[in-house]
């Protein structure tokens, strides 16, 4: 039956070596000689977390059991207290990160296909009901998976669970069955760990209500294995409509698409969008997920914390997740960084759009325009055009406020211009003076009057 598994579930090729993330314990022990016995080109991997006294003798065990076999052997340690300190985790995470980027650039290094772990049915049930008292929805109740990739630690090599038929009673008399020497890690005993808390006291209390609550927790997680694989393929379907674009470190949905979707399709979408932006999030909670559906059906917001230095906002017609630090698109947006003169022909900016400039007597002249055409009273211009970014002080009169001006800051909030679009929005000025603000006015003292003699044409349009 583990054969089948290995070759199914685990879609494991007999030809290609396997990295077995092995502790010394029934389980991992149990997962070492079923590899082997089975044909696998294994190659050995511990960890030493060097947590307790005797994590060296285990590392040696290990090291040994390997020699029996005559398998490669690879091994790390590291000071998991001190990580542990340092990042704010607990002593939990941080092992099992460690751990993890261990056995992963091991396996990268040695060209294996996978790295195999030694999880069983019991850990299976410890895991969904970690979740469960978390508050996890659909993603955290189905528990893990024969085979998944973990792309925080590396997105192209999977890891696979071959024993999560099992429970840890069957490993145990498996050993005994091989004559394995299993070593029993004392620190499984210590309630300060909460995963120990759940094994040694609440799981023997939800078995007075139900004898067997640990197989049908283990069945109610594989039914919801099913359960989630449609909805990502829902979400993936989706995702190919309703995403308009992505970049590094942010992606762009499509509002009216992304309101029309059902709400739980649409947490899905952002689910997989923080996933994509930040691996490391094992399970985006439902807080998180419920800020971002207040915010797609309250668009006015500016903007809103999502999770894990992620925020979303809204700009241009589109609802953007990103990350504080990314480098968000200016390509939608004329910019500018350095003064330019303007004469007549065609000026190219410096991010892919091109002013225009023509001259026209007053009969060529159109009322007909749009935000990104201007006519302008050219006498009045007198061919001293140039092109700039925005200046501290700056002021402008716009079409129709005969008297005064307003602060162009001011201006550009009101029309509600993005706000990392301002610095670099381009301004045709006649010397100091701002003309024409591209995209939404010109200014008033240089429109087009009935004494008008020539007129200026002046057109931005993205290459």
């Known amino acids: 039956m583990l054969e089948d598994v290995l070759r199914a579930a685990c879609q494991l090729d007999p030809a290609r070596p396997v990295l077995a993330g092995i502790s010394g314990g029934p389980d991992s022990l149990c997962l070492l000689d079923v590899l082997h016995a089975a044909g696998y080109r294994?190659?050995?991997?511990?960890?030493?977390?060097?947590?307790?006294?005797?994590?060296?003798?285990?590392?040696?065990?290990?090291?040994?059991?390997?020699?029996?076999?005559?398998?490669?052997?690879?091994?790390?340690?590291?000071?998991?207290?001190?990580?542990?300190?340092?990042?704010?985790?607990?002593i939990e995470e941080a092992a099992r990160t460690?751990?993890?980027?261990?056995?992963?650039?091991?396996?990268?290094?040695?060209?294996?296909?996978?790295?195999?772990?030694?999880?069983?049915?019991?850990?299976?049930?410890?895991?969904?009901?970690?979740?469960?008292?978390?508050?996890?929805?659909?993603?955290?109740?189905?528990?893990m998976e024969y085979r998944a990739l973990l792309p925080v630690f590396d997105d192209e090599i999977p890891l696979v669970r071959p024993l999560?038929?099992?429970?840890?009673?069957?490993?145990?008399?498996?050993?005994?069955?091989?004559?394995?020497?299993?070593?029993?890690d004392a620190s499984n005993a210590d309630e300060t760990y909460f995963r120990n808390r759940l094994r040694h006291t609440l799981i023997p209390e939800l078995e007075k209500y139900n004898p067997r609550f640990k197989q049908a927790l283990a069945r109610m997680s594989r039914a919801l294995q099913g359960d989630y694989a449609v909805v990502q393929a829902d979400v993936a379907a989706m995702w190919e409509d309703v995403v308009t674009a992505t970049g590094?470190?942010?992606?762009?949905?499509?509002?009216?698409?992304?309101?029309?979707?059902?709400?739980?399709?649409?947490?899905?979408?952002?689910?997989?969008?923080?996933?994509?932006?930040?691996?490391?999030?094992?399970?985006?909670?439902?807080?998180?997920?419920?800020?971002?559906?207040?915010?797609?059906?309250?668009?006015?917001?500016?903007?809103?914390?999502?999770?894990?230095g992620l925020y979303l906002f809204a700009e241009s017609g589109k609802v953007y997740l990103a990350a504080y630090e990314a480098d968000l698109p200016f390509a939608q947006w004329p910019q500018v960084r350095n003064r330019s003169s303007v004469s007549n022909g065609q000026l190219e900016l410096e991010n892919g759009w091109a002013l225009t400039i023509e001259t026209h007597d007053t009969v060529h002249w159109s009322r007909v325009t749009d935000n990104?055409?201007?006519?302008?009273?050219?006498?009045?211009?007198?061919?001293?055009?140039?092109?700039?970014?925005?200046?501290?002080?700056?002021?402008?009169?716009?079409?129709?406020?005969?008297q005064g001006s307003v602060k162009l800051s001011d201006f550009f909030i009101n029309?509600?211009?993005?706000?990392?679009?301002?610095?670099?929005?381009?301004?045709?000025?006649?010397?100091?003076?701002?003309?024409?603000?591209?995209?939404?006015?010109?200014?008033?003292?240089?429109?087009?009057?009935?004494?008008?003699?020539?007129?200026?044409?002046?057109?931005?349009?993205k290459l």
């Open 98 to 143: 460690l751990r993890y980027r261990f056995l992963f650039a091991a396996a990268r290094r040695e060209g294996a296909q996978a790295v195999a772990v030694g999880h069983t049915a019991d850990d299976q049930v410890e895991t969904v009901l970690m979740h469960f008292l978390r508050g996890a929805g659909l993603a955290g109740l189905k528990g």
């Open 372 to 402: 990104w055409t201007a006519w302008l009273d050219a006498d009045l211009t007198a061919g001293r055009l140039t092109v700039r970014a925005r200046r501290e002080g700056d002021r402008f009169q716009p079409l129709g406020m005969e």
């Open 42 to 90: 294994v190659i050995v991997a511990h960890f030493n977390h060097q947590l307790r006294p005797e994590a060296d003798r285990e590392a040696a065990a290990v090291a040994g059991q390997a020699r029996t076999l005559n398998l490669p052997f690879v091994t790390e340690a590291g000071d998991v207290r001190q990580f542990a300190r340092a990042g704010g985790l607990s």
């Open 415 to 461: 029309v509600k211009l993005p706000r990392r679009a301002r610095d670099g929005w381009p301004l045709v000025c006649a010397g100091d003076e701002i003309v024409w603000i591209p995209g939404y006015r010109i200014a008033h003292r240089f429109r087009v009057m009935e004494k008008t003699r020539r007129i200026l044409k002046l057109t931005l349009r």
């Open 164 to 184: 999560l038929s099992l429970w840890r009673a069957d490993t145990e008399q498996y050993c005994r069955a091989r004559g394995l020497e299993p070593h029993f």
């Open 248 to 308: 590094d470190g942010w992606v762009a949905f499509d509002p009216p698409l992304l309101t029309a979707c059902e709400p739980g399709l649409r947490s899905g979408l952002f689910r997989r969008a923080g996933e994509t932006l930040r691996p490391e999030s094992r399970d985006i909670g439902f807080e998180a997920l419920e800020r971002a559906a207040a915010f797609v059906e309250n668009p006015g917001a500016r903007q809103v914390d999502f999770v894990n």
